[in-house]
Antibody, heavy 119, light 110 residues
Framework: EVQLVESGGGLVQPGGSLRLSCAAS????????MHWVRQVPGKGLVWVSR????????SYADSVKGRFTVSRDNAKNTLFLQMNTLRAEDTAVYYC????????????WGRGTLVTVSS | QSVLTQPPSASGTPGQRVTISCSGS????????VNWYQQLPGTAPKLLIY???QRPSGVPDRFSGSKSGTSASLAISGLQSEDEADYYC???????????FGGGTKLTVL
């Protein structure tokens, strides 16, 4: 079964850091671009970051550029999101999602992990 | 404010046909294919329609998508209570160099 499972969320103070993980299983992880998408509870979906299949190229939304870093370990089938200098507005559920290149859509989503930035 | 514009809400009675619109620009919908995601309460988004009008395996043919110019729409026929969910359109934006979403439409089955 194709599956993505996020972990690492929690409560962190403003200015703090957190590292999210996304464990992939049931498919050849190294062949896919992967993304992070977040959702403030009760609000819409917002793209955060992407990383190409071999990790050679990354991209970020302006709102997180310079503070967040996406990476992956293809040997361990795991995607990461290092989040630094966190702000209250980063509070959201963070989803990892698999991207189908060539057709340009997310075909598999994880269940998400909640990040709460608050003092 | 989302790059793609959707109505915040839609509603219908069981058996009815409902459509949800999604408006963009030449940088996104006008150039790239549109996808739709369904998010049931308390769950992760699920791919509903890809490449404007294609259904993944397992998605009922009651769901259909279309695109014209810089707009797209999702139609749900034979509305059922289990269709009550949030629906999001999405596509690639060439100016932002990333995926963009609509603000979501909350569908209520009366």
């Amino acid at each position: 079964e194709v599956q993505l499972v996020e972990s690492g969320g929690g409560l962190v103070q403003p200015g703090g850091s957190l590292r999210l993980s996304c464990a992939a299983s049931g498919f050849t992880f190294s062949r896919y671009w992967m993304h992070w998408v977040r959702q403030v509870p009760g609000k819409g979906l917002v793209w955060v970051s992407r990383i190409e299949s071999d990790g050679s190229s990354t991209s970020y939304a302006d709102s997180v550029k310079g503070r967040f870093t996406v990476s992956r370990d293809n040997a361990k089938n795991t995607l990461f999101l290092q989040m630094n200098t966190l702000r209250a507005e980063d509070t959201a559920v963070y989803y990892c999602a698999r991207w189908v290149t060539g057709y340009w859509y997310f075909d598999v989503w994880g269940r998400g992990t909640l990040v709460t930035v608050s003092s | 404010q989302s790059v793609l514009t959707q109505p915040p809400s839609a509603s219908g009675t069981p058996g009815q046909r409902v459509t949800i619109s999604c408006s963009g620009s030449s940088f996104n919908i006008g150039t790239n294919t549109v996808n739709w995601y369904q998010q049931l309460p308390g769950t992760a988004p699920k791919l509903l329609i890809y490449s404007n009008n294609q259904r993944p395996s397992g998605v009922p043919d009651r769901f259909s998508g279309s695109k014209s110019g810089t707009s797209a729409s999702l139609a749900i026929s034979g509305l059922q209570s289990e269709d009550e969910a949030d629906y999001y359109c999405a596509t690639w934006d060439d100016s932002l160099n990333g995926p963009v979403f609509g603000g979501g439409t909350k569908l209520t089955v009366l």
